[in-house]
């Protein structure tokens, strides 16, 4: 069979998105598909529609240079994300019956609802695309009606990119470990506290390690989030949602963040042969999961304590596996924007097996 061309909608065009796309251009000849992206829809940045195929290199700068895409609209004007989602599921209605419309939803983590990005994926899919997001709200907030409506029409709804980066977390178990059960889980999942607090370890100063975070565009656009566990805290309601089964949002999870954890602390902990950092865990009483992301003083043994700079671990707890670790030494932009194409290279992998 040849190459299937999947037809992209972005929402949401920062870091990630922007990084996706020249990834897939870099791995071209890696790629068993080819794509073109149709319509982009930025929050403060404009959208475009082109049903003709946009320039992407173009897209990129115009928005590096902190211009509205609106100049590279054939009919500029004013659209939600939704609208733009709608009109190209009209416009592109073949392409969505024949499974190869994919809706990339890259906007920021809205902590109260998941809102606006899980009526994005809704209307995607209702659209009869495939949702491919590196956002954590949709699953975290609403993954069971959202899986449910996918299964419905027929289309996929893959988050890799909301947990742990490109490293297979979801696609791990879901592709590798049948008739397991998950009764529950211990990590360290957010990159940006991590960093923070190894820095403390080294005498560096709070809001500088923090300020490289942002630079290197790996805190959350709204960094404290990340400082106060909600980012943590929504990994958690999504693993919980995804693989224990179980229904729970970021609002459940028993949540403390890193601000009050100072150089002092850390090195005073180091001075006993311990680690201080962020951990979240899920374990299932009963027939009731209870998930925690709090600050833990860890012993030197811990595999978690041993965390440095950027690397996250996830410890599961399975029935017929004992505890298996899913360990990511390193984290960057590059594989976030691994996870969107591995989650593209399913669909497209679907495409051909069909
Ligand atoms: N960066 C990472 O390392 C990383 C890792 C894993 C997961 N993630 C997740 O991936 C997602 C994207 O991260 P990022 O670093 O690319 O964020 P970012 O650089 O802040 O970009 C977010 C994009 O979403 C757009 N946006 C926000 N609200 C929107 C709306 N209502 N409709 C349409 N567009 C909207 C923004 O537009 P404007 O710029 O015009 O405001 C921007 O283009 C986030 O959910 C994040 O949690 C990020």
């Known amino acids: 069979m040849s190459q299937p061309e999947l037809t992209l909608v972005?929402?949401?065009?920062?870091?990630?998105?922007?990084?996706?796309?020249?990834?897939?251009?870099?791995?071209?000849?890696?790629?068993?598909?080819?794509?073109?992206?149709?319509?982009?829809?930025?929050?403060?940045?404009?959208?475009?529609?082109?049903?003709?195929?946009?320039?992407?290199?173009?897209?990129?700068?115009?928005?590096?240079?902190?211009?509205?895409?609106?100049?590279?609209?054939?009919?500029?004007?004013?659209?939600?994300?939704?609208?733009?989602?709608?009109?190209?599921?009209?416009?592109?209605?073949?392409?969505?019956?024949?499974?190869?419309?994919?809706?990339?939803?890259?906007?920021?983590?809205?902590?109260?609802?998941?809102?606006?990005?899980?009526?994005?994926?809704?209307?995607?899919?209702?659209?009869?695309?495939?949702?491919?997001?590196?956002?954590?709200?949709?699953?975290?907030?609403?993954?069971?009606?959202?899986?449910?409506?996918?299964?419905?029409?027929?289309?996929?709804?893959?988050?890799?990119?909301?947990?742990?980066?490109?490293?297979?977390?979801?696609?791990?178990?879901?592709?590798?470990?049948?008739?397991?059960?998950?009764?529950?889980?211990?990590?360290?999942?957010?990159?940006?506290?991590?960093?923070?607090l190894s820095e403390l370890e080294r005498g560096q100063e709070f809001d500088m390690a923090l300020a490289e975070m942002q630079a290197r565009g790996i805190a959350e656009a709204d960094p404290t989030l990340d400082l106060d566990g909600w980012d943590a805290a929504a990994k958690t309601a999504a693993l919980v949602n995804v693989l224990m089964g179980s229904a729970m949002t970021p609002h459940h999870v028993a949540r403390t963040g890193i601000r009050e954890v100072t150089g002092l602390d850390v090195r005073d902990a180091i001075a006993r042969n311990r680690r201080i950092r962020l951990v979240a865990s899920a374990t299932r009483h009963g027939g009731k999961v209870r998930a925690v992301v709090e600050p833990e003083e860890l012993d030197h043994h811990d595999p978690l304590a041993n965390l440095v700079g950027l690397e996250n671990a996830l410890y599961l707890?399975?029935?017929?596996l004992g505890e298996v670790g899913i360990v990511q030494r390193t984290g960057s932009l590059t594989q976030t924007a691994y996870a969107l194409l591995s989650d593209l290279a399913r669909i497209s992998q679907r495409l051909r097996d069909f």
């Open 10 to 196: 972005l929402i949401g065009f920062g870091n990630v998105a922007r990084r996706l796309l020249r990834l897939l251009e870099e791995s071209a000849d890696r790629l068993d598909f080819t794509w073109q992206v149709v319509a982009i829809s930025t929050k403060h940045h404009g959208s475009v529609i082109d049903m003709a195929g946009i320039d992407v290199t173009r897209a990129i700068s115009t928005v590096e240079g902190r211009q509205s895409l609106d100049r590279l609209d054939p009919t500029p004007h004013e659209r939600s994300g939704i609208d733009v989602i709608r009109q190209v599921a009209e416009a592109a209605a073949d392409e969505a019956a024949e499974g190869r419309l994919v809706c990339l939803e890259t906007t920021v983590l809205d902590i109260d609802r998941g809102e606006p990005a899980v009526s994005h994926v809704r209307a995607a899919l209702e659209g009869q695309a495939h949702v491919v997001t590196a956002n954590k709200g949709p699953v975290a907030f609403a993954y069971h009606e959202l899986e449910a409506l996918a299964e419905s029409v027929d289309r996929i709804f893959f988050f890799e990119g909301a947990v742990m980066d490109g490293v297979p977390v979801f696609n791990l178990v879901r592709e590798t470990m049948p008739a397991i059960t998950i009764d529950g889980f211990r990590g360290v999942i957010n990159s940006t506290c991590n960093f923070i």
């Open 317 to 320: 707890h399975t029935d017929l």
